[in-house]
């Protein structure tokens, strides 16, 4: 029951909840988001959750699933040099 209910927020959202490591920064987020969004469909192939946890490790950024950690794909955050002159 609990699995329909949820199948069904997917669809009429027609897209997938994000969970964002703490460590990203808020205005990299909005961008992550966009990219996430473009590349994932659907629900986890593994197990059916639509839910998506991005982890920040070093400068790689891992999107994978919330609830059984399958991993979808990863990015290179780049990172700007700051001008410290
Ligand atoms: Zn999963």
């Known amino acids: 029951m609990e699995r329909l209910l949820r199948c069904r927020r997917f669809e009429e959202e027609g897209t997938v909840k994000i969970f964002f490591d703490p460590d990203i920064p808020a205005e990299l987020q909005e961008e992550i988001k966009n990219i996430v969004t473009e ?44 001008q410290t002159a």
């Open 39 to 82: 590349q994932i469909q659907g629900p986890c192939p593994a197990c059916g959750c639509e839910e998506i946890y991005v982890s920040l490790l070093d400068n790689t950024l891992d999107v994978k699933c919330y609830d059984c950690g399958e991993s979808f794909f990863e990015m290179e955050l780049e990172v700007e040099e700051q």
